[in-house]
């Protein structure tokens, strides 16, 4: 008696091989107050790492952030967001 080959278990590949991430997730430490240079140097490189280099979704990432103090702080920027604009002002303060 013949038997049946076994079906293959690996999928096939789609006929483009090109394949997109369409979500990172990168660790984003809270913000610190007393250094904010080094914690957007830090997230710089968090950024880098993960390959975001989409400014609306580092702007949201970084507000993610900013406790409660920070957030009124950076109200106009953040209800009213140019995400270039807002890279700027965060980088300044």
Request: a negative charge; one cysteine or more; aromatic letters at 10%.
């Amino acid at each position: 008696m013949q038997q049946d080959a076994e079906p293959s278990t690996c999928p096939e590949e789609p006929p483009d091989s090109t394949f997109t991430i369409n979500r990172v997730i990168i660790r984003v430490l809270c913000f610190w107050p007393e250094k904010p240079a080094v914690w957007f140097v830090q997230l710089k490189g968090q950024f880098a790492l993960s390959n975001v280099t989409n400014h609306t979704t580092q702007f949201h990432y970084i507000i993610s952030k900013l406790d409660n103090t920070h957030i009124v702080e950076l109200e106009n920027v953040i209800t009213n967001p140019h995400p270039q604009a807002a890279m700027t002002v965060f980088k300044q303060n």
